[in-house]
């Protein structure tokens, strides 16, 4: 597994993700090719598994976010043995579909909410994204971009958490 698995998902204090904020990224700097992203993360000096990053995109906040292929507590591998059934019931995604199914949600799908959390004193984000009004994904991404978890969440669910965190 990827050494991006660090940050965890984490629940704590939050802060609001404002609309304006997606609509400023320009959409010149958020289509970057993934080889220019992962050219950044390494300049950077980021921790990640170069060969285990399935895609690595940037969401409308600008934010650099990359799903590894994990293990049983971060990645994709977390995600598929953990919620590959919410998937299938709640967005009829199969097992085989979830990676590109996130990657389409994270690039091109809205942030509701973002909130800086803390877990086990380690801080990352806590994103609710939405897409096409019908697709409602929680998130946990590492304060470095690894996508620790993600999961599909009902409407009712969704919007019930919006009016708590968003701001």
Avoid: C
Avoid at 151 to 163: F, G, S, T, V, W
């Amino acid at each position: 597994m990827g050494t991006g698995a660090g940050k965890g998902l984490n629940f704590g204090n939050s802060f609001g993700a404002r609309r304006e904020q997606q609509n400023d990224m320009s959409q010149e700097n958020r289509h970057l090719t993934e080889s220019q992203l992962i050219a950044e993360l390494e300049e950077k000096g980021t921790k990640f598994t170069k060969e285990d990053v399935l895609f690595i995109t940037k969401d409308k906040t600008g934010q650099t976010v990359w799903l590894e292929k994990g293990n049983s507590g971060a990645g994709l591998k977390h995600i598929e043995q953990r919620h590959e059934q919410d998937f299938l019931r709640k967005q009829n995604i199969h097992k085989e579909e979830i990676a590109q199914h996130l990657r389409t949600i994270y690039t091109d799908g809205n942030i509701e909410y973002s909130r800086i959390t803390t877990r086990n004193n380690i801080e990352g984000y806590e994103k609710l994204y939405s897409y096409k009004g019908s697709y409602y994904i929680l998130s946990g991404i590492g304060t470095n971009g690894f996508i620790v978890s993600a999961y599909p969440l009902d409407e009712n669910i969704a919007h019930k958490l919006i009016e708590r965190y968003k701001k």
